[in-house]
């Protein structure tokens, strides 16, 4: 069956710190790639999506991310983390009409 | 904000009860999907409308159904509802169908079953 995990459920950094969050996927095929932010009470943002050519796309907000094919994975990063980037994130993948989503990483992050 | 409006942005129902939820989709978007997104958990797809008709369903019993009108607005309806069905509701809009169409997301719809 097709799905997106998301491995950690929480994650805590400091501010100006560095961020990495994983996504792996398990579809047929390389699906259409998306990262989304929530924050409480709100509806999603999209941040990037991946869906040729270059393996590192550049979003929105100072945020990057890599396509691995050979991991299935999409990883979102920031190299610096502000104290607003606190949120919950969602990897999502779509190989038809429908976004499948993981479950998401909640992001804290310490003055 | 995305343009995508939904209402109301809270309500509360008893179970048994019926309940309608509304979307305004993008301006130039004719493709409105349905999430469910309980507590704690990634949306989870319902289902879409494609220039009013059904394109595709999620694993959702057929209590839940909806509707897609000329405006391309549209109502997810939930007929006796239980309390697993409190969760946030999302709407997305899209400009098409495809796999590499961007969905624009509104705020949600919060709905509590009691």
């Known amino acids: 069956a097709q799905s997106v995990t998301q491995p950690d459920i929480h994650i805590t950094v400091s501010e100006g710190a560095s961020l990495e969050l994983r996504c792996n996927y398990s579809?047929?095929?390389?699906?259409?790639l998306f990262w989304y932010v929530q924050s409480p009470g709100q509806g999603l943002q999209l941040l990037l999506k991946?869906?040729?050519?270059?393996?590192l796309v550049q979003g929105i907000k100072g945020f990057e991310a890599e396509f691995k094919r050979s991991q299935s994975s999409f990883n979102l990063r920031k190299p610096s983390v502000h104290w607003s980037d606190a949120a919950e994130y969602f990897c999502?993948?779509?190989?038809?009409?429908?976004?499948?989503f993981g479950g998401g990483t909640r992001l804290m992050v310490k003055p | 904000e995305t343009g995508v409006t939904q209402s109301p942005t809270h309500l509360i129902k008893t179970r048994g009860q019926q309940v309608t939820l509304r979307c305004s989709s993008q301006?130039?978007?004719?493709?409105v999907s349905w999430y469910q997104q309980a507590l704690g958990q990634g949306p989870q797809f319902i289902f879409q409308?494609?220039?009013?008709?059904?394109?595709g369903r999620g694993n959702f019993p057929p209590r839940f159904s909806g509707l897609q009108f000329p405006n391309y607005s549209s109502e997810l309806n939930v007929n006796a509802l239980e309390l697993d069905d409190s969760a946030l509701y999302l709407c997305?809009?899209?400009?098409?169908?495809?796999?590499?169409?961007?969905?624009?997301f509104g705020q949600g719809t919060r709905l509590t079953v009691v």
């Open positions: 999502a993948a779509n190989a038809g009409n429908m976004l499948t």
């Open positions: 409308y494609y220039r009013e008709e059904e394109n």
């Open positions: 579809y047929g095929a390389t699906p259409y």
């Open positions: 991946y869906f040729s050519g270059d393996t």
């Open positions: 301006s130039g978007h004719n493709t």
């Open positions: 997305a809009s899209s400009y098409s169908t495809g796999v590499n169409t961007e969905a624009f």
